[in-house]
Nanobody, 123 residues
Framework: QVQLVESGGGLVQAGGSLRLSCAAS????????MGWFRQAPGKERDFVAA????????DYADSVKGRFTISRDNAKNTVYLQMNSLKPEDTAVYYC????????????????WGQGTQVTVSS
């Protein structure tokens, strides 16, 4: 089993920044990719960014390219999402996910999820 624990969400003004963290524990050896997803009220859960553990390959949703950066610290089993130039439309619950090789590069079928953390951007 894999456990994911998120932190870093909160309230920020438009144009500001937040950094989300996701710490993985348990049987993490076989995890191939870690990703961030978000879900706004009444909307589906959307892909935001992903990174592979071995080589650090990254992918981003068009809506966040140039503003968000995903990274990982393999020694700490932790992934981060640096969010800059935040907009009100970024407001959502953000979820950390972990997947095996089948989850890359299509970002489907993630097997493990964090509890979600609220990000609210005020105008």
């Amino acid at each position: 089993q894999v456990q994911l624990v998120e932190s870093g969400g909160g309230l920020v003004q438009a144009g500001g920044s937040l950094r989300l963290s996701c710490a993985a524990s348990g049987r993490t050896f076989g995890i191939y990719v870690m990703g961030w997803f978000r879900q706004a009220p009444g909307k589906e859960r959307d892909f935001v960014a992903a990174i592979t553990w071995r080589l650090g390959s990254t992918d981003y949703a068009d809506s966040v390219k140039g503003r968000f950066t995903i990274s990982r610290d393999n020694a700490k089993n932790t992934v981060y999402l640096q969010m800059n130039s935040l907009k009100p439309e970024d407001t959502a619950v953000y979820y950390c996910g972990g997947g095996y090789a089948n989850s890359w590069p299509k970002h489907q079928g993630y097997d493990y999820w964090g509890q979600g953390t609220q990000v609210t951007v005020s105008s």
